[in-house]
């Protein structure tokens, strides 16, 4: 209907057509801030006439709005406003300058088209679209095509060289995670890389380094450490609560408490591509990690554990509750070894992935053989 660069292609017969055919036909709209202004009769200008613009929508038949802001310079980050007719949604990340943006708003649509086909929910398919786009714009922001305004957007990713591009999130390596703990090292006279090849090599499919007494310097320099551990092995490395640190390293991505960084900031400074994990206790914890762009969720501590001051538990009744409310993969976390491990996993709860261990692997004097043991429970819970 209206174009980024401000070009008006439909006239008042078809934005009339729209409004009365259309729409109420419509699984999704996806009107940027002029389309939406020219459906409704009205400006929209902020992010405050943005939720006002996706309810009037709402109203006129469609069973989803999605609401683009992109063209909302008011802000440094990018928001869209999500609405299903119950809940309204702001869907923010970073603002990417660059002017090679024809086409976005195609692409997106198209890209939520296919989610859908493949069966993903409507919220879950218009962020892994907005996902998709934010890469491509990053992966493109620098080139310089054509005479125009406006450059294409490149949705395919064929003119920059994406081989550094970390791979994307797979809730299965949830399965067996490993949270280190410097006490626990020096204890047993064994450094962090150390702790860490051990693990990877009994069957840790992903690794957190915790690091909560370490200057910057010395934990910035054992996350580029076990990075190169790591990475040749394909197990992401998530930097718990150090945002800093783990921008600074590249790392995999980070975990975020209840009392750190808030995951929808931690998103903004991490951009689309890095996984981002939030320690959750209650359903509404859940639903604000979803909300945020989290990419999924600890639940815990399940049982007792001397690894936190504040030895809060859910027991197995509340993380059941938890993961039966969340939209988000889930990994248990709190006392959990090789003596109740099953009990965790035989939940029947489809999004719980896996379980994440801190003494049961690095309180004890092998650490690989110690991971060997929990990787076969596990297995065999499966």
């Not at 939406?36 to 996706?54: E, F, I």
């Not at 693990?199 to 992903?206: C, D, F, K, P």
């Not at 990690?289 to 504040?310: E, F, L, Q, R, S």
Request: aromatic letters at 4%; hydrophobic letters at 40%.
């Amino acid at each position: 209907m209206v174009s980024t660069s401000g070009d008006v292609l439909a006239g008042p017969s078809i934005v009339s057509g729209f409004r009365e055919d259309l729409l109420p036909m419509a699984d999704i709209v996806t009107p940027n801030v002029k389309e939406a202004s020219a459906l409704l009769g009205m400006q929209v200008a902020t992010v405050a006439d943005m939720h006002s613009a996706a309810k009037l929508l709402h109203n006129l038949g469609p069973r989803n709005v999605l609401v683009k802001g992109g063209d909302l310079h008011d802000s440094s980050d990018a928001i869209d406003i999500f609405f299903d007719g119950k809940d309204f949604y702001e869907l923010r990340s970073s603002r990417v300058k660059t002017r090679n943006t024809h086409g976005t708003g195609c692409s997106l649509a198209s890209c939520i088209a296919a989610e859908l086909a493949k069966g993903s929910p409507m919220l879950s398919a218009v962020k892994v679209a907005k996902r998709f786009i934010e890469t491509a714009l990053d992966y493109s922001k620098d080139l310089v095509i054509g005479n125009g305004p406006q450059g294409p957007f490149d949705h395919l990713l064929r003119l920059k060289n994406t081989s550094c591009r970390q791979e994307a999130f797979n809730p299965s390596d949830l399965f067996l995670y490993a949270v280190t703990d410097s006490g626990m090292n020096k204890k047993w006279g064994r450094s962090i890389t150390d702790a860490v090849k051990s693990a990877i090599e009994g069957g840790a499919t992903i690794i957190q380094l915790r690091e909560k007494d370490a200057d910057t310097g010395e934990f910035l320099e054992a996350a580029q450490a076990c990075l190169k551990i790591c990475r040749p092995h394909g197990v992401p490395l998530l930097v718990n609560d150090r945002i800093d640190i783990a921008l600074a390293c590249d790392a995999n991505g980070v975990h975020v408490g209840q009392s750190d960084m808030p995951a929808r900031v931690a998103r903004t400074l991490l951009g689309p591509e890095k996984i981002i994990g939030v320690s959750c206790k209650t359903p509404q914890h859940a639903q604000q990690a979803w909300i945020d762009g989290a990419d999924y969720i600890g639940c815990g501590g399940v049982y007792p554990t001397n690894t936190k001051a504040n030895n809060l538990t859910v027991g197995l009744d509340g993380l059941k509750t938890v993961c039966l409310s969340s939209k988000l993969p889930v990994v248990a976390i709190g006392g959990i070894g090789i003596s109740n491990a099953s009990d965790v996993m035989r939940l029947g709860v489809p999004n719980l992935k896996g379980i994440a261990v801190v003494s049961a692997l690095f309180d004890r004097e092998c650490v690989t053989t110690e991971t060997k043991k929990l990787h076969a429970v596990l297995t065999e819970a499966q």
